[in-house]
Structure formats: structure tokens, C-alpha cells
């Protein structure tokens, strides 16, 4: 029992040491995925420690699994509704009309079409963005996205295929390849409540063997994103199947750098995948906000046959509130332009 007890010690301890180093391999970077369930797997380790046998070794490792946990405790408070809400939480006023966005990676081998129908037809959200949809999926939802008279359909065979519908009038659209020419990413402003609000869509690459090995050019898109939202300096939101989790280094480094706020922070994690397998799930669909806006309700959708979760936001412009936003350091600033560096030129 001791000697297990050491082994699986030594396993909770280096899966929670590895995502603090700095190496871009999917090897390192998966790591940054299971937090939670690091939790889980440390404290029923330390359960463990109560039938083994008192000594240097099994105290100090008992020790340093404390010390582990209140570190994982520390990452994963904020993404529970003890932590503190980066966004506040309103009420609709009489005749206002919230922004409705809804986000689904449908998995391009996916074909449960009517399902997304049925969904669409049931929120009737503003605006639908859907990824790794090829022609297949366009032709398929006609049904449901008929009614929205603006669109931005890039439709592909290699899971990177977007789709975007909005009620809303498109004032502005932009169809980007910012790292890689097969990898699209797209830039709408729409006209919501006489103002112009631009959305920014994006799925880039994650750090698996069968995609990309390495995650430095999901890292370089997301802080691309990120930059150009700071500049853009108006109501805006960011949203996508992001492949990289609320709490990675590089989530905040793109929170810190665009001034975005994070409606999951003080809510709860909102997992979005895998829709299959209820203990192997991490936040990889996201909205980030710029400090004009408000909740009115974020809500992750059942499971309708992919390996994500569609999820849907409800938000409203108000007026600028910019306490919840992170500062970057100098360290920081020079971090981003060396990952956003190393991910174009890779």
C-alpha cells in the first residue's frame, strides 16, 4: 500500500508541476486541460495516505499533496460561483432586447442535423456561429437558418469550416486566415440597438497528435484575437471553440491583453467538452465581453450529438465598466509578442 501510495503521489504531483513549463508540445500543454480532475485524483490520493504507514517519505509527500491541492483549489474557485464575477449579472428592462449568441461545434462526422434545428428553432437566437461545418451541415440546417437573412458561410472539408447567421444587419465582415491559409476566422460587426457591436469567431488548432503537435499557433491566434480587440477599443465580443481552457496561461495572457471580461469567472465552469464522457470534460467554447456589456444568462445546452455542447449567451450593452479587467505587465507584454511571434513563423 505504501508503495502505490509514492507512485500515485508522485503521478498527481508532476500532472500538476508540467503545465508550469514553458513548452509549447501537446505532450506539456494537455496537461493544462483536467484541473478538476487532478482535484479529484489528489484528494482521493490523500485518502489513501490514512492506511499507510507513518514515515519521512510518506509525510512529506502527504505534505506537499496539501500544499498541491489548495494551489488546484486556488485555479478552480474562480470558475465557481464562490469567486468573484468579472461581469455583473442584470435584469432586462422593459422593451430591451438582449443579444443572444449561440455557439456549436457540431463535429463535422456528426449528420444528427434536425437536432441543431429543433435547438435553433427553440432559442431563436440573434446570432449563430457553428464550427467544423462543411457543405453538408450548410445545406442541412436550411430549415432553421433560412430566416436569418445575413450570413458568412465558409463551409470545409477539414473540420475548420464556419457558419455564421445573424438576424442582425452585418455592417462590416472580414474572412481572415491569420495563421494558417486552411483556417479561417471571421470579424462581423452587426447592428445591435442602433450601436455597432463586433464579433469576433475563431477556431484554431488544438495541441492533439492528429491536428497540430504543437499549440504555439492556437496560442498566436487567440492573442491576435486579443490584440485586435484592444485596439478596436469598442463593444465587442469574442467567441469560438477556442481549444484551450478558461484557466491556461495563454486565456489569461489573452484576457489581460484584449481588456476582455470572462462571464464564466464567479459562475462555474460551463464545460463544453466532451459531451460523451462526463468525467473527461474542461471549457473549450468561450465568450469573452468587453467591458460595456452585462449578463443576462449564459446556459450550456444538452448534449444534441456532438462531442461539444452547444452553448448560448444573453448579454446587453450598458454603460462601460472596466473594474474587471486584468492588467498586463511588461514581462507579459513582451510574452505575447514572443508567442505571437513563434506561432506565425512556425
Known sequence: MQTIFIILSCIVLLSILIPFIKHTHWSVRVFDYPRFQKLIFLILVEILFIFVDKNYITISLFSLLIIAGIYLISVIIPYTPLGKKMIDEVKLEPNEKSLDILVYNVLQDNNKYQNLVDLIKKRNPDVIFLLETNRAWMNNITEATKKYEYK??????????????????????????????????IIADIEYNNEIVRLYGLHPTPPVPQENEESAERDAEILMIGKQAKEYGEACIVFGDLNDVAWSRTTRLFLKTSKMLDPRRGRGMFNTFHAHHWFLRWPLDHFFLSSQFRLIDMIREPNIGSDHFPILIKAVIRCDDTSGELDLDEKEKIEVEEKIKEGKFK
Open 152 to 185: 458568412i458561410e465558409v463551409p470545409l472539408e477539414n473540420t475548420y469550416g464556419l457558419l455564421f447567421y445573424s438576424k442582425l444587419p452585418i455592417k462590416y465582415q472580414e474572412i481572415n486566415y491569420l495563421i494558417d491559409k486552411e483556417i479561417p476566422s
